[in-house]
């Protein structure tokens, strides 16, 4: 198969850049790769909202662009900061005009919310189901395009480069180029290549490493570990964000249902098991302190009581309000027994977002090239040391947008001209057989997220990451001696991706001799001079 744009993803990122393309080259081929349904995608259940300055009155993007500045502990890139700041608001005006709704007030004009470390109101929201209705919008705009084609269910395995054609690629290969992916494509069971002039990654995030997240099951680095095997670059993987209110179900492992920030925004307070509204005594912003001071006073909390959560209460709200802004999160508790008028919401840290990834610079080009990279798989300094709430679908569309407009500059069959496309072998299976037992990658899989979520966490020590690294360098044995002798399929693939992520976290945090944003050591409290990104 041959195509002139390759997505792999179809989340926020994916979509964002397909359509774009497709409507400015309606002459070429754009396709997009999702390894399950369409829909399924962290974008898919993104609650609170988009960040932007709509409040000209009382906002400006210097607020937001400090705030941002802020939580991201001194190792933002400024220039990306600035970018998605000023470009964000005509990026959300563009979503606007494929039909995206956002609440509006009784005066027709857009309801803000807010969220830890903003200084202002200006999170653009539809109820507590934001990203659904951004990604509903994309997909149908998307439907009407018809030179996109969407192929579901087709897990991509690894990106094509010249090491494919025997050339020998390493990490100092001055100009490793990608000529498209292999596909294990789930309906026919065959792997296939797939080769384009363009390919852009837009495969989410990695919460799955973790025993708890509120990532869904396709969230597992897939895009950030085919590029540390192409020899590409990869940033800063010790950031990993952990959301303070994920529901707590007892005995529930996996995706874990956000209770969003903006509940907290709207007065939401946290408790401890005394009744206590903790958050004063570790932030002056309380409630609403960046998400890092949050998680670590809710882990410190819970580490103290021996408790498995702290409390949400939302009792003193206006209950008429909450269920305006909230139904989604009101039908749940109430699922699981828990009225918000009456009972206050068991909640827990879970993993949820992962700032750093592939490197991608101001156009959202990675190290390798003809390779771009969008959206949480990407690490374009936005984020630094710490997301700012909010500020993730944002810059997903921002980068999205300038890898477009840097894409279309180069002729898309411009990858493989230099090089006979004839030469690219097909995928060999030789030598491998059915696997004869899959819940041996069930346990690896189950070992993993244990380990990532004992040693590896929101508080971290030396000891704890080499044995961190140990156990992995285990799990990274045995999985590569399945990988090279069974037939494979996602969950065997995931599983090697996983791994190389959390070797990736572990290495990344072990290089980084302080505590900064989300990384917490506590065998290097302060902060290091040296204000350094870890590149690996
Ligand atoms: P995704 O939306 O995750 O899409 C990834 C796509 O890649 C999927 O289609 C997947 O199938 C595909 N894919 C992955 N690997 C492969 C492979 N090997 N082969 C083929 N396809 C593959 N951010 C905000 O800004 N505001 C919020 O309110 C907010 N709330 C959130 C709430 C929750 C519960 C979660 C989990 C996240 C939230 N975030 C929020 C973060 C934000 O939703 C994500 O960072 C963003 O949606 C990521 O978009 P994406 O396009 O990069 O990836
Ligand atoms: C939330 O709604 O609390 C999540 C917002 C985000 O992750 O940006």
């Known amino acids: 198969m041959q195509t002139d744009f390759l997505v792999i993803g179809s989340g926020i990122a994916g979509l964002t850049y397909a359509l774009k393309v497709a409507r400015e080259c309606p002459d070429k081929k754009v396709t997009i790769f999702t390894k399950t349904t369409s829909d399924e995608t962290n974008t898919k259940y993104a609650q609170g909202g988009v960040a932007g300055v709509w409040d000209n009155e009382n906002d400006s993007f210097e607020k937001h662009i400090e705030d941002t500045l802020i939580a991201g502990d001194g190792l933002c890139n400024e220039q990306a900061v600035e970018i998605v700041v000023k470009e964000g608001v005509d990026r959300i005006w563009e979503l606007i005009d494929l039909g995206a709704r956002f609440d509006k007030g009784q005066d027709g004009d857009y309801l803000l919310g807010r969220e830890g470390g903003h200084s202002e109101y200006r ?129 529930v492992k996996g995706q874990a249902f956000l209770i969003t920030e903006a509940v907290r925004g709207d007065g939401g307070i946290l408790r401890n098991s005394d009744g206590e509204a903790f958050m004063e005594r570790y932030d002056v912003r309380k409630d609403l302190a960046p998400r890092d001071i949050v998680a670590r006073a809710i882990d ?17 709200m206006s209950q008429e309000r909450f269920l305006q802004h909230f139904p989604n999160i009101h039908q749940k508790c109430l699922s699981v027994g828990v009225d918000v008028s009456k009972n206050m919401i068991p909640v827990a840290p879970a993993a949820h977002y992962s700032c750093g990834g592939i490197k991608a610079d101001e156009w959202a080009r990675t190290s390798i090239r003809h390779l771009y990279a969008a959206g949480e798989c990407a690490s374009t300094g936005l984020h630094g040391a710490n997301r700012l709430a909010s500020n993730s679908l944002l810059e997903a569309m921002v980068f999205a947008h300038r890898a477009f407009i840097d894409s279309i500059k180069e002729t898309p069959a411009h990858a493989l001209s230099k090089w006979n496309k004839n030469c690219i072998p097909d995928w060999r299976a030789e030598g491998t057989t059915a696997p004869k037992e899959m819940i041996l990658i069930t346990q690896s899989l189950k070992e993993l997220q244990l380990l990532m979520s004992d040693y590896v966490g929101i508080v971290r020590t030396n000891t704890r990451l080499a044995r961190a690294m140990r156990r992995l360098d285990l799990l990274h044995e045995e999985t590569e001696n399945l990988y090279k002798t069974t037939e494979i399929s996602p969950q065997l693939c995931q599983l090697r991706n996983m791994i190389t992520v959390g070797y990736l976290i572990v290495k990344s945090a072990q290089f980084r001799h302080e505590s900064r944003g989300l990384h917490f050591n506590t065998d290097y409290p302060g902060k290091s001079e040296l204000v350094q990104n870890i590149v690996l």
């Open 300 to 316: 410190s909390e819970m580490k103290r009581t021996g408790d498995e959560h702290v409390w949400l209460d939302c009792r003193h």
């Open 123 to 251: 999170i653009l929201h539809y109820k507590d189901v934001t990203g659904r209705e951004m990604e509903r919008a994309l997909l149908n705009a998307i439907a009407l395009q018809p030179n996109i084609e969407v192929i579901t269910h087709c897990f991509v395995v690894d990106i094509i480069t010249q090491h494919h054609l025997g050339y020998l690629v390493t990490k100092s290969t001055p100009d490793i180029e990608c000529f498209g992916v292999y596909v294990l494509n789930l309906h026919t069971k065959k792997i296939e290549k797939v080769l384009a002039g363009i390919t852009l990654l837009a495969t989410g995030g990695n919460g799955q490493v973790y025993r708890t997240t509120t990532n869904p099951v396709i969230a597992t680095g897939d895009g950030v570990a085919m590029v540390y095997r192409a020899k590409g670059r990869i940033e800063n993987m010790e950031f990993i964000q952990f959301h303070p209110t994920a529901l707590y179900e007892h005995g």
